[in-house]
């Protein structure tokens, strides 16, 4: 199925788009490579395939939170724009 100039008018008019003469050549080439990509995907063979509710089966695999001692506080508090009673002083937020 092709994508014709009348159907490309269309979707502009409900896109609220004004297009240029010169421009619906290249969007019915575009539109065209899309609907044509989502038709190899829609004929992608999967029966085959098992099911899956996710890309991975990984569970759990944040470390531990865990206190650490940072010893060098000058050394962290140099980087921060503005520092207050040895800690970083930030915007207040409501």
């Known amino acids: 199925m092709e994508v014709s100039r009348e159907e490309i008018l269309h979707i502009a008019k409900l896109a609220n788009l004004v297009l240029k003469e010169d421009e619906i050549d290249e969007y019915i080439v575009n539109l065209q490579d899309i609907l044509n990509f989502a038709n190899i995907v829609n004929d992608a063979p999967v ?7 996710g890309g991975l ?14 010893n060098d506080k000058e050394a962290l508090l140099s980087n921060a724009p503005e520092k207050e009673d040895n800690m970083f002083k930030i915007p207040k937020v409501i």
């Open 47 to 53: 029966e085959d395939l098992e099911l899956s509710n």
């Open 57 to 70: 089966e990984n569970y759990n695999v944040f470390r531990k939170d865990e206190i650490k001692e940072f």
